[in-house]
DNA sequence: GAGCACTGC
């Protein structure tokens, strides 16, 4: 290990220090072959990361912030902890940090990383996410976690003073935990000036990042210079791709659906093997497209037989995702055709050729109307080489874009729009607000939401009493509902629970308004699907109909047996038990006693109302087809179909959620009393144009 | 009559 600098040796090799203290370091290969190393070793060598050890220690070292730009394959994310453990940063206790904004992410680096120490995972080398914590204090040196979960680290100890070195992997991707911690560790910066940064990111938006951490020099007693530099150096390492050819369409197509299906055949024709990785929007379109092959194989047999044409999206349940990671059969291609999770969440390996749509669907918010909508919009450059990127983990591949090379270069913009700025901000602005920033307007994130957002979220909190008339948390409802890792609205139904004597219902709808969706995927079956959940339906609406369906699979000893009978999806089932013992763990904490109604359903509306009162929808006597107005703005919404109060229309509802396609449509809806909404929330319906009395 | 992807004491 000696050839490796140390801190306090002489300083490495740099070769240029540009102006605005921007450090590039060109390194000239040197891994010595390793004679007497393990094979682990070795490959840890191979890695492109290995031949900038030194000049990453250094940098660490003598600058308060690093940027380390690296493509996917380039080893950062595995190696760069252990250079820092093995150069002494976790001595003395010290533990060194590395976030990741997926679960999966942590779980999978984490292992890797012990196992390239020898070492079991949960010792020196452990993780942290929700549910699970594989890590112990005191023996934990190299500790990585999702950046939600060191949010949250961040309500005991502002400081995060256990920590010597974070690094913050695929910052790039701008996720709304990702910069909340980015403008929170610049903070924290100021008052920990031995405490290092390390940002990493895929893209050159590194130029962005340096000056978002650009700070002025501190100086210590009589003009003397202290600490690290405070100006943050980039290092670019290179990845380790193979080539991947690009090529655009000539002309604008009218329908990326039918021009992605007949792409495929003509790769499938023309090219060698290798498999196919098909970028669309959404289910729907998926569906579609995997139908078209699918006949296309029956109709022209010599074309397309020999396709193995599968789906994938997060509604799918867990066995039809896992049928894209099996192997393909002697002699097949395999074609899957898929959302944008497996543009970064699932890799899939032995793609050689992408299909690109250039679209995907996004989540825009509208804080005048305060409603979030999914909307198919046109992807990023730096979205279409990430996808490109796919094909060429295996071999060299090809990447096939259904539009022009023109518009890649003069319409796309680089970069998606940070979720920061495309989202309801209610959960971050409490967050800030429970670890103490008052002046939330003035808060240096890496990107601005706008102010009538962030005014938007105040207005929600304070509405639902969380926060005082000078945008303080009180206490104890704000301390209490910022304690819950749920949306405000859905934590102040929890701590009303308490009062009303239905907190384990109440948690129970929590858990399950949490995950996705608790039935199966209808897939051609949707006719069972309805009966099977006409079963369970309750007149009061969806919560309450989820209460009987926990119920039921209680009943049956958790079955999945149970769960295939009744159309119920047994992977979110389990999901649901475990929030909701997440759930009751705080509750209890926070003094909430545990209690049922038995059939008492009017508290659980009640509840529901205390939380949600803002999302109260009245139905428009003479209209036809069910339409409802909210009664905050009269915007006008629909039961979506998937609700057990669809075509029931009761008079007084309340909405979980919105989605917004054709029409606003309302996720999970239980009828209230109106009178209840003045009762909830007096001050938000006072001054309202009074449709309750009517 | 219909659903991008993540995440959290």
Excluded at 71 to 84: A, W
Excluded at 541 to 568: E, M, P, R
Excluded at 641 to 648: C, M, Q
Aim: a neutral charge.
């Amino acid at each position: 290990m000696s050839q490796f600098w140390k801190p306090g040796s002489e300083k490495p090799r740099l070769l240029d220090d540009e102006e605005g203290g921007v450090l590039f370091y060109s390194a000239s290969a040197s891994s010595s072959s390793g004679f007497g190393y393990s094979n682990i070793e070795k490959q840890r060598q191979r890695l492109p990361v290995y031949k900038y050890r030194t000049a990453i220690l250094y940098l660490v070292e003598t600058h308060a912030t690093t940027i380390i730009v690296g493509e996917t394959g380039s080893g950062k994310t595995t190696q760069i902890p252990q250079y820092l453990k093995e150069a002494g940063w976790a001595d003395g206790g010290r533990v060194i940090a590395c976030t990741q904004p997926r679960r999966l992410a942590v779980q999978a680096v984490a292992s890797r990383v012990a196992e390239e120490m020898g070492v079991k995972l949960g010792e020196e080398v452990g993780y942290t996410i929700r549910f699970e914590d594989l890590s112990k204090t005191g023996v934990t040196m190299v500790k990585f976690l999702t950046d939600g979960v060191l949010l949250r680290e961040m309500m005991d100890d502002p400081l995060l003073t256990k920590y010597s070195v974070i690094m913050v992997d695929e910052a790039h991707e701008r996720s709304l935990s990702t910069d909340i911690l980015l403008g929170l560790l610049k903070k924290i910066q100021r008052r920990r000036p031995e405490l290092r940064l390390i940002i990493s990111s895929a893209t050159i938006e590194a130029k962005s990042m340096s000056t978002f951490f650009q700070t002025r020099k501190r100086r210590g007693l009589e003009g003397e210079e202290s600490g690290p530099r405070t100006d943050p150096a980039i290092l670019s390492v290179e990845g380790r791709g193979f080539n991947v050819q690009i090529h655009h369409i000539e002309e604008p197509v009218p329908d990326y659906l039918q021009a992605a299906v007949s792409t495929v055949l003509s790769i499938h024709e023309q090219e060698p093997m290798g498999d196919i990785l098909v970028f669309l929007t959404g289910e729907n379109d998926i569906d579609a497209a995997v139908q078209l092959l699918n006949e296309e194989a029956q109709n022209n047999g010599k074309h397309s037989s020999g396709l193995v044409v599968l789906p994938l999206y997060s509604g799918l349940s867990r066995a039809d995702q896992d049928l894209v990671f099996s192997p393909t059969p002697r002699g097949k291609r395999k074609v899957v055709i898929s959302t944008n999770i497996a543009e970064t969440s699932l890799t899939l390996e032995g793609i050689v050729y992408v299909v690109d749509s250039g679209f995907s669907k996004q989540r825009f918010y509208n804080p005048i109307s305060d409603i979030e909508n999914l909307v198919v919009a046109p992807i990023s450059k730096a979205s279409a080489r990430q996808r490109a990127g796919r094909a060429g983990r295996v071999r060299p591949g090809k990447c096939y874009r259904l539009y022009t090379e023109e518009y890649f270069v003069n319409e796309m913009s680089a970069h998606a729009i940070p979720e920061m700025q495309r989202s309801n901000l209610v959960s971050c602005v409490i967050q800030l607000k429970a670890l103490g920033i008052d002046n939330i307007l003035g808060f240096d994130w890496p990107a601005s939401p706008s102010p009538e957002a962030m005014i938007r979220a105040l207005e929600v909190l304070y509405s639902l009493g969380v926060l005082d008339d000078d945008a303080k948390l009180t206490s104890p409802l704000g301390f209490q509902v910022a304690e819950i890792p749920l949306d405000p609205m859905i934590s102040k139904t929890i701590l009303s629970s308490n009062q009303l004597g239905c907190s384990e219902e109440i948690i129970t709808i929590a858990a399950i308004l949490s995950v996705q969706s608790i039935w199966v995927s209808a897939r051609g079956a949707q006719r069972e699907l309805d009966e099977a959940k006409m079963r369970f339906a309750a007149a009061e609406g969806d919560h309450v109909t989820y209460l009987s369906v926990y119920k039921g699979f209680i009943q049956s000893g958790k079955s999945s047996q149970w769960c295939y009978k009744n159309f119920i999806n047994y992977h979110a089932m389990k999901k649901v038990i475990e929030i909701r013992e997440q759930l009751r763990r705080i509750a209890q904490r926070l003094g909430i006693v545990l209690k049922s109604c038995e059939r008492d359903m009017e508290v659980v509306r009640k509840a529901v109302t205390a939380g949600f009162f803002a999302n109260a929808c009245c139905l428009e006597a003479h209209s036809q087809g069910g339409m409802y107005k909210t009664i905050r703005s009269a915007q006008e919404v629909y039961i979506h179909p998937s609700s057990v109060l669809f075509r029931v229309n009761p008079k007084w509802i309340i909405y979980n959620s919105l989605v917004s396609t054709d029409r606003q449509y309302m996720r999970n809806v239980i009828s209230i009393d109106p009178s209840w909404l003045m009762e909830a929330a007096p001050h938000f319906y006072r001054q309202q144009r009074n449709p309750i009395a009517s």
